[in-house]
């Protein structure tokens, strides 16, 4: 498939300095649009969404959802995973359950991450990052290996990985209390790159919140 090179903005012999120079332009140009935003946005945050996602250049949470710098609270890691004991995603979540009002988890189809998951390749160190996505393999294992044709096996996983993210918050006895107290709503959702189209993931979570909702 050829690639349409002028769709894209960084060129080919783009260097550092022309990110610097892309940062001035566009800037200026959301200055002209909207004045207020920047002096506004130097006072001080408060956005509503936290955005869970993959690291993949496909998936820039505030350009898919169209909306600007201030808006969205943003964790991405390789393949969107939420170990429990992950200090770096539980922080992010803290803050989430004491500011914000939407949680979103996001996937997406063509996952590298997911799809070294699926195969059995030693990758080194991100074996153990990978070891969460295999753990959801693991446990669908039946329903996986019964899909034939390899895209939509990824995309399935993508999605019950995607399920597996929610249930990780949702067992997160501060989320819980936040949902009960202050009407927290968390959500999965998987990002078709090929459409650039968000569609729902029910979770169909078991997970009511009475084990993991402490006093
Ligand atoms: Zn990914």
Redesign the pocket.
């Known amino acids: 498939m050829s690639t349409d090179a002028s769709l894209f903005r960084f060129p080919q012999d783009g260097t550092f300095q022309t990110l610097l120079e892309r940062n001035r332009t566009w800037a200026q140009r959301l200055s002209a649009l909207r004045p207020t935003l920047f002096p506004t946005l130097g006072a001080g945050q408060s956005p509503q969404v936290l955005w869970i996602?993959?690291?993949?250049s496909?998936?820039p949470a505030t350009s898919i959802l169209d909306l600007l710098p201030g808006e969205v609270f943003v964790h991405r890691n390789?393949?969107?995973v939420l170990p429990p004991n992950d200090l770096s995603s539980l922080s992010v979540i803290q803050y989430a359950v004491e500011v914000l009002k939407i949680i979103i988890v996001c996937?997406?189809t063509?996952?590298?991450?997911?799809n070294a998951a699926l195969a059995n390749q030693q990758l080194g160190l991100l074996d153990t990052w990978l070891k969460n996505i295999r753990d959801v393999r693991q446990a669908h294992l039946e329903e996986l290996e019964a899909i034939e044709d390899p895209v939509a096996r990824s995309t399935r996983l993508?999605e019950l990985n995607v399920c597996a993210g929610v249930d990780s918050l949702l067992k997160n006895s501060n989320v819980q209390h936040a949902i009960t107290e202050r009407g927290l709503e968390v959500h999965g959702v998987l990002l078709d790159v090929g459409s650039g189209l968000l569609r729902e993931v029910k979770t169909d979570s078991k997970i009511q919140g009475s084990v993991y909702k402490l006093k």
């Open positions: 996602g993959c690291s993949d496909r998936v390789i393949a969107n996937g997406h063509a996952c590298g991450g997911v993508a």
